[in-house]
């Protein structure tokens, strides 16, 4: 296991993903080297549709090409999209792919969420997803998270799908093995090894668990788990 200090840089981690685009630019598969990525599409855009049909500002943390931003607004119309990635490829793609949905405003915002500048109290929705695993020390997270809640409206809810370990080792590895064997049906052991190798090195993901404690810890005032298999979890946590 690579430490944190060892781990890859913000920009390092941009370079693979600016190359990376098309792989993320599939409503259908979503991102498939994750366990059910297009269940967990289906979920966030419901959930998001059914909790908060009157949203007018949403924000996508780590967007991507843009799959979750357009997923939910095909459910709630006119809605307003502010969009952060590392990626300068990502964001194009996914404004290009938003625009044609004509959907409502779209901005868009390079570079790491915890350096840029957002309107607090201004979302009604924020979506994070297969991003918080970047986050390294508990300090990243705790301010992470404090962040979102302060951009959140009274009301907001932050949906968030994305990788996670266990804390308990005997279960991690039985999970760990369970995933493994996931992408060996997608794309064989050499596939297996290339996600792994790359995990190791770009990411440290914390337990489901640790996630919704810090919610609560930051100020959510409920959290509720909406999917978990193997290494991969959703959960939706609402603000007062």
Known sequence: M???????TADEIRKRFDGDVERFSNLDTGQQAAIDAPLMLEL??????RVKPE????LDIGCGAGNNAIKIGQQISG???DLVDLSVPMLDRARDRLNREKSGEVRTF???FRGIDLPESHYDI?????????????ADWEQTFSKIHRLLKPGGIL???DLVIHGNDKIHEIMWQRYGDYLISVGGESYRDEVFEYIDFEDSPRSLTYQLDLCRQ???ASVDILHKHSCFGAYIAMKT
Not at 2 to 8: A, F, G, N, R, T
Not at 55 to 58: G, M, N, P, Q, R
Not at 126 to 138: N, Q, S
Request: glycine fraction near 4%.
């Open 159 to 161: 949906l968030v799908s």
């Open 55 to 58: 949203a007018t500002h949403l």
């Open 44 to 49: 966030i855009s419901d959930v998001a549709a």
């Open 126 to 138: 924020i979506v994070a997803a297969a991003v918080l695993h970047h986050l390294r020390e508990d």
């Open 218 to 220: 930051v100020g959510f």
């Open 110 to 112: 390079a570079g790491d």
């Open 2 to 8: 690579v430490p944190l200090d060892k781990k890859s």
């Open 79 to 81: 809605l307003n999209f």
